[in-house]
């Protein structure tokens, strides 16, 4: 095991004997009712330096499977590693173990060149802070993701058009998002992260820096959407129970290892 074993707190790495591969269940690994799931993850394994010189388990041994066209939301305290955890399953951060595979690419054991392209054509995120380019349009932050996969700009251009219809924006197709409110820009961010047609939505607090009524609102479209648009595995960390309640699974993320939320 990598890093320094001496104990520096509660969700420090464990002794060698202590940490045992993880072993897919039901019961222990939360696994989807769908047949052939196209988001599973084996056995992650994350931890991050700390101040003692030591190292600190974010991650510990995560199991999971979510099938196509199922949402779940990851509930659970700020810094219990609900962002470590999608950065992984979007390839954005590499697991110190264990494995990640969608559909049939194994994120954990992909080149870096690899990985980025999966993430291009496969993956659609919306982060807490919309992350647009205020001085590009609407239309243009909503298309980019299709100009960045080399899409023909007439094709690139109806795909926006369609989205920004979708999430009720399509009378500011032409506005500079930074012209916008914030609630008219997460909706952007959403049709953003849908205009691929992903087949893995990652989102991350999507609606954590909204007002309770538009993030009620924008919480429905990203649920709605992600299935009607694309049949999407969706994964969303969020602290919003009403959020949580779209989704067809609510688990919770304590000590660095999921389980079933009660309810």
């Known amino acids: 095991m990598k890093g320094n074993k001496e104990e ?37 394994w994350k931890a991050y330096p700390d101040a003692t010189n030591g190292r600190t388990e974010v991650l510990r041994g995560i199991c999971l ?7 779940v939301a990851v509930m659970g305290a700020s810094g219990t590693g609900k962002s470590t955890l999608l950065h992984v399953l979007g390839g954005l951060e590499a697991a110190d173990s264990g494995s990640v595979r969608v559909g049939d690419f194994e994120v954990s054991r992909a080149a870096h060149a690899e990985v980025a ?7 659609g995120f919306v982060f807490q802070s919309h992350r647009l380019l205020l001085d590009l349009s609407a239309i243009e932050n909503v298309a980019l993701p299709l100009l960045i996969a080399r899409r023909k700009w007439p094709e690139a251009l ?28 997460q909706r952007i ?3 953003r992260a849908l205009v691929t047609r992903p087949r893995l939505v990652l989102a991350d607090e999507p609606t954590g820096n909204l007002d309770e009524q538009t993030a009620d609102e924008v ?3 990203l649920a709605s959407l992600a299935r009607e648009q694309s049949g999407a595995a969706v ?5 919003n129970e009403r959020l949580a309640r779209l989704c067809d699974r609510v688990l919770r993320l304590h000590d660095g290892r999921l389980q079933a939320k009660e309810s």
């Open 158 to 185: 109806g795909r926006a058009e369609e989205l920004l219809r979708c999430v009720g924006l399509g009378a500011c197709a032409t506005r500079k998002a930074s012209q916008l409110s914030g609630g008219e820009q």
């Open 219 to 221: 919480g429905a479209l």
């Open 235 to 239: 994964v969303i960390a969020t602290h």
């Open 117 to 123: 392209h999966f993430r291009n054509e496969t993956v």
């Open 65 to 71: 499977s979510v099938a196509a066209g199922e949402l």
């Open 189 to 191: 961010a959403v049709a």
């Open 8 to 44: 520096t707190g509660a969700r420090n790495q464990e002794p060698e004997e202590k940490r045992q591969p993880s072993i897919l269940t039901s019961d222990s690994c939360l696994l989807t009712s769908g047949v052939n799931p196209f988001l599973v993850v084996r056995d992650l």
